[in-house]
């Protein structure tokens, strides 16, 4: 190469080095300028913040351009200011992006604004942490901006919170009794996060020293529990798998032990729950013995019993052939305890015999450990057993010992029985009415049934001891008069006791295989149903999973499987009713009524005349045409009603919502309605203009118009005797109307469709 070549080489080169920008022209060397960053977004200056917080950066390069950043995140210790110690050692982290959302620790207690609070409420008791925010761009030549942008702030968080709820928390002022096998349940709330789960949770069992139990009082001024005590447990995840983070079962514990069992959760940010609460996370414990599961078995026609310990029998009259299924479920949830294991059997001579020959399993658990294959029985006493084991070996036990009674063949029956259940007293006027109603029924039926005489009446108003399926299954048929009252035999004795507990309703035993039942009295199905402590808003919809007001709730069958529990209540079972509603509810409230305001009024709503339902009725019973016809009532006749222009007041009908309750009422075939409503304002018997001043102000007619009030069932018509034959109801006072009316319908049914000789 020539020297003019080799200096066209060296000016390239050097041309190209300058055109890079690191040497002038001259050869002289230009320095790179640092890029400079900025935070556009942030928490306000050293303010309070969630354990999230959310930045957004920016950079610039006078002299290229920026390629990413570099940050990092320091904790500043209780004192709240960042010193090179709050830094040393912490790394730098490369990202392209201009901003993003940084979950911080918040887990130092004793926040400055809770400090001042003497009850350090838990609700809202915070946890602080002081942080600092360092963000720095960085350029195409990799250098950094040497003073970074900086945010300066406090995070905080709520405190997460936990309540053991199993055992269900009871009120006490010492120690509770518990088995020997422990198991505890809780529930964990952060208010701060998505969905208010905590991410971890601990406990501890802690011996307490001696044979006395702490009272609350104590327990308070001591604070025996600490949170580095040495005998917690390790956090575990909250949703750690098969419940582990909710749920624990302890150790075998001996009698007599006395322990407090606490137990803490931990938020995302690090906070703690930080105080121990008596009753709350709290529970205080004495290892007992004579703790019991509760057993609770139901039967659709036996109802539902429940038993505590092994020391209870249940004596029942049941019929040859009668269909008896069982099932069960048992808990021991009230005293920190878990049933494991069930049993069951038929004529077990010895219980505690694992090896006898009546038990149908051994002890196991699972779905066919919960119910019993249908069993009938046509004669005899015999019995049923049910054992339920908790996790500590305890056993409750159900016994059931029945009497089979042959149904009396019908040709060996008396032929009616008379019920006269209506609640009064014996005194004054209601004596009076008393008997006046009597004289009216003795004209219906004395000297018109053939065989019928006094000894067919029953008033158990004087004689409740005689009522009882025995009786019943004399006779081929029963008409059942009763009054809107819980102290009528049929509410007080035969309807459930509770929401939860159903009494055995022997009488849907008669219906569904003896004889024939003909119901009648306002409220007539409403007095099925419990009172007392549920407030049912009307109507009454049976099949729904609604809890009161609007619906009884939902059951768990042995299977696991849910239903609705209204589906077993007589209206429902026995009359194929999907709902029950009165003119004027007296112990409950209509829905969608305005306080104060009733949006059914008796003297325009209440019922006036029984109309025949002659498309469905007279259709499927053509032979009760002219014979079946209106009812109108009484007006004026005191010596039957209460007062010259009686009002019915408990009048009920059925399978009609003419509410604006938003549910679905589906009709089954298995009933034939026999009368509908017709009210006063549609009588014109209601105010002197009924369109202006009943309510409500819109309608025309009585929203009550049209509903059904009386009709024929048909549910049990394949198993009675009488193949064929229906059972009757009527939700209203029979004897509030024209006795020839009533008298031919009642009649009618007696001679046509029970087949009883009448003259």
Request: aromatic share 12%.
């Amino acid at each position: 190469m020539n020297r003019a070549s080799t200096y066209a080489l060296l000016l390239l080169a050097g041309t190209m080095v300058a055109c890079g920008g690191d040497d002038s022209l001259i050869g002289e060397r230009v320095p790179n300028s640092p890029p400079n960053t900025e935070v556009t977004a942030t928490p306000p200056e050293r303010a309070q913040t969630s354990f999230s917080v959310e930045f957004f950066w920016k950079g610039s390069d006078e002299d290229g351009e920026v390629t990413g950043f570099e940050w990092r995140m320091s904790d500043n210790g209780e004192d709240g200011v960042v010193d090179i110690g709050d830094t040393m050692g912490l790394p730098w982290t490369f990202t392209a992006a201009t901003d993003s959302v940084f979950f911080v620790s918040a887990d130092i207690d004793s926040f400055g604004i809770d400090v001042d609070d003497p009850n350090q409420n838990p609700a809202t008791f915070r946890f602080w942490q002081t942080h600092t925010f360092f963000i720095r761009a960085v350029d195409d030549r990799g250098a950094v901006d040497p003073q970074p942008a900086t945010v300066s702030f406090t995070a905080t968080t709520i405190a997460p919170r936990v309540t053991i709820s199993l055992p269900e928390p009871v009120a006490t002022i010492t120690c509770e009794d518990a088995p020997q096998v422990l198991t505890f349940g809780w529930d964990g709330v952060d208010p701060d996060v998505e969905g208010n789960l905590p991410v971890e949770v601990r406990y501890i069992l802690k011996p307490i020293p001696g044979a006395t139990c702490l009272t609350r009082l104590q327990y308070e001024q001591m604070s025996p529990l600490t949170a580095n005590d040495p005998l917690w447990e390790d956090w575990i995840a909250y949703d750690a798998p098969e419940d582990a983070g909710v749920r624990i079962t302890l150790d075998r514990q001996p009698v007599g032990n006395i322990y407090l069992f606490a137990v803490q959760v931990r938020d995302v940010a690090g906070a703690v729950t930080p105080t121990f609460q008596w009753g709350q996370n709290v529970r205080h414990i004495k290892i007992s013995s004579g703790l019991f599961p509760v057993l609770t078995v139901e039967e659709q026609f036996l109802g539902t019993e429940r038993f505590v310990s092994t020391n209870r029998v249940v004596a029942r009259e049941v019929v040859s052939g009668q269909p008896i299924s069982f099932s069960w479920g048992g808990s021991a949830e009230d005293y920190a305890g878990v049933v494991d294991a069930y049993r069951y059997g038929w004529n077990v001579v010895d219980p505690s015999d694992p090896n006898d020959p009546g038990w149908a399993v051994a002890w196991g658990n699972g779905p066919n450990w919960r119910q019993a294959a249908t069993r009938t029985f046509s004669q005899g006493s015999p019995s049923f057993v049910v054992q339920c084991r908790d996790n500590s070996g305890t056993v409750s036990r159900g016994f059931y010992q029945f009497q089979v009674i042959q149904i009396a063949d019908r040709a060996n029956q008396r032929e009616l029985l008379l019920v006269d259940d209506w609640a009064l007293d014996n005194t004054g006027p209601s004596g009076a009415l008393e008997a006046a109603w009597d004289r009216e029924f003795d004209k219906i039926l004395g000297g018109q049934i053939v065989g019928f005489q006094d000894s067919d009446i029953l008033d158990v108003q004087d004689e409740t001891a005689r009522l009882r399926f025995a009786l019943a299954n004399e006779y081929k048929g029963i008409v059942w008069f009763q009054s809107p009252s819980t102290g009528s035999f049929f509410h007080s004795r035969l309807a459930p006791s509770s929401r939860l507990v159903p009494r055995f309703n022997w009488l849907e035993v008669y219906q569904a295989q003896v004889g024939n039942l003909f119901m009648m009295g306002p409220g007539a199905a409403w007095n099925s149903i419990e009172r007392g402590g549920e407030a049912y808003t009307f109507p009454i919809i049976f099949d729904v999973p609604a809890l009161p007001p609007n619906g009884m709730g939902v059951q768990e069958r042995a299977d696991g499987t849910e239903f609705n529990r209204g589906t077993l209540r007589w209206p429902y079972s026995a009359w194929c009713m999907e709902s029950v509603d009165i003119a004027r509810p007296a112990d409950g409230r209509v829905f969608g009524e305005p306080p104060g305001q009733q949006l059914r009024e008796m003297n325009c709503d209440g019922l006036f005349r029984a109309v025949v339902d002659t498309v469905n009725f007279l259709g499927t019973y053509p032979d009760a045409t002219g014979v079946v016809r209106n009812m109108i009532p009484l007006i004026g006749r005191t010596n039957l009603l209460e007062g010259a222009d009686f009002k019915l007041p408990f009048e009920e009908f059925y399978n009609s919502n003419v509410t604006t309750r938003d549910a679905q009422i589906n009709l089954r075939t298995c009933q034939v309605p026999m009368y509908r409503y017709s009210a006063r304002r549609d009588n014109g018997l209601g105010p002197a203009d009924p369109l202006e001043n009943c309510r409500p102000r819109n309608r025309t007619s009585s929203s009550l118009k049209d509903t059904v009030i009386g009709l024929a069932s048909t549910r049990y018509a394949a198993t009675k005797q009488l193949a064929g034959s229906e059972d009757f109801i009527w939700g209203f006072h029979p004897l509030a109307f024209e006795t020839d009316e009533v008298k031919d319908a009642i009649l009618w049914v007696l001679e046509s469709r029970w087949e009883l000789p009448v003259r």
